[in-house]
């Protein structure tokens, strides 16, 4: 390379790095105003994820953890009452929340129409929010956060990876849905015992395999469910 191209080089790289940062600088600082309004549609956006999900099944829908509780459908149909709810308030009218709830009781007990409510409150609530994001939407926040962790857990123990734990690049591909883990993948616990067994090591060996191909079919240790740990596979915070 000549010198006249060495530092013609040197001057592109200077002049990008020059413009990344001046593109860097120009970005607004976040405000509590920004950062509570994507709060509100990011947790939003993971429940209206969940309710359009076919990979949790239909049949799964009225589970409930507890006789007392609400079923799976239940908890979306009340985070939609909570958008509503919310809208109704930033625009200063009234809202009943038990003649909302009870409303509910005779509408069709399909996924289709959780969606459709969903997202006509969504569209109707973001807008507001971004716009006039109030304090009170903190406790909003916190409320309606508990309600997608009960739903994440619902997905957990009905043996299914929440949508926002798939790897992306699997989310749409067919056979990679959920995870039913066989006991064959468990770690073998050698107990401590500081005397080899071959049998048992090659056993474990083999299992350590096993783990290790499905590993690379699914591409990503968010998919290994809780048994991750037991595969040695290096991880990250997950849902």
């Known amino acids: 390379m000549s010198r006249l191209s060495y530092a013609v080089s040197i001057a592109l790289l200077a002049s990008g ?11 607004p600082a976040p405000t509590y105003e920004s950062a509570l309004s994507r709060s509100w549609e990011d947790v939003h956006n993971r429940v209206l994820a969940m309710a359009k999900d076919t990979v949790f099944p239909d049949s799964k829908l009225a589970w409930k953890p507890h006789p007392d509780s609400r079923s799976v459908m239940e908890e979306l149909r009340h985070v939609t009452i ?20 009870k409303a509910d009781a005779g509408k069709p007990k399909t996924r289709a129409s959780v969606v459709a409510e969903m997202e006509a409150a969504i569209a109707a609530s973001y807008p507001l929010v971004k716009s006039k994001p109030r304090p009170q939407l903190l406790g909003w926040l916190e409320h309606q956060g508990e309600h997608y962790g009960k739903l994440v857990t619902a997905y957990r123990v009905n043996g299914v990876v929440p949508p926002v734990s798939r790897p992306k690049k699997y989310q749409a591909a067919a056979g990679v849905e959920s995870l039913f883990l066989p006991q064959r993948f468990h770690r073998i616990d050698l107990g401590g015992s500081t005397r080899r067994d071959p049998r048992r090591e090659q056993a474990r060996d083999n299992n350590h395999q096993q783990a290790g191909e499905v590993c690379d079919r699914i591409g990503d240790v968010h998919d290994l469910g809780n048994h991750r740990a037991d595969f040695g596979c290096e991880h990250e915070s997950r849902q």
């Open 82 to 101: 909570g958008l509503e709810m919310t809208t109704a308030e930033a625009k200063g009218e009234k809202f009943d929340f038990e003649a909302r709830e």
């Open 17 to 27: 790095s020059v413009a990344a940062m001046m593109v860097e600088q120009a970005k």
